[in-house]
């Protein structure tokens, strides 16, 4: 998935060997092969991106899992990612 997706975008779970053991192994322990789910957060990080769902409350998944089900607004995610460098200090 796009990691500079808004939050509130569907996602699905296409995925569930990709990541970390970890990853995989919360991913596979709690979502559904195929499945659709809104991102309540994307938490961009330096190595590792992590989002949140709708209706699992305090499990995090890595995005590698994921694909969009919308087209990502270009210039949304152009924004997301300039404040996350701006945030960053990198700008």
């Not at 796009?2 to 975008?9: E, M, R, Y």
């Not at 995005?63 to 404040?83: G, Q, R, S, T």
């Amino acid at each position: 998935m796009n990691i500079w997706s808004n939050p509130g975008c569907k996602v699905r779970f296409v995925r569930p060997d990709a990541g970390y053991p970890c990853d995989i192994e919360v991913a596979t322990e709690n979502l559904e092969l195929n499945s659709i789910y809104i991102a309540d957060e994307i938490n961009v990080g330096d190595f590792r991106t992590l989002i949140t769902l709708r209706g699992l409350p305090g499990l995090e998944f890595n995005v590698c899992h994921f694909e969009n089900v919308d087209p990502v607004d270009p210039e949304a995610a152009e924004l997301n990612e300039k404040i996350w460098l701006k945030n960053r200090g990198l700008v």
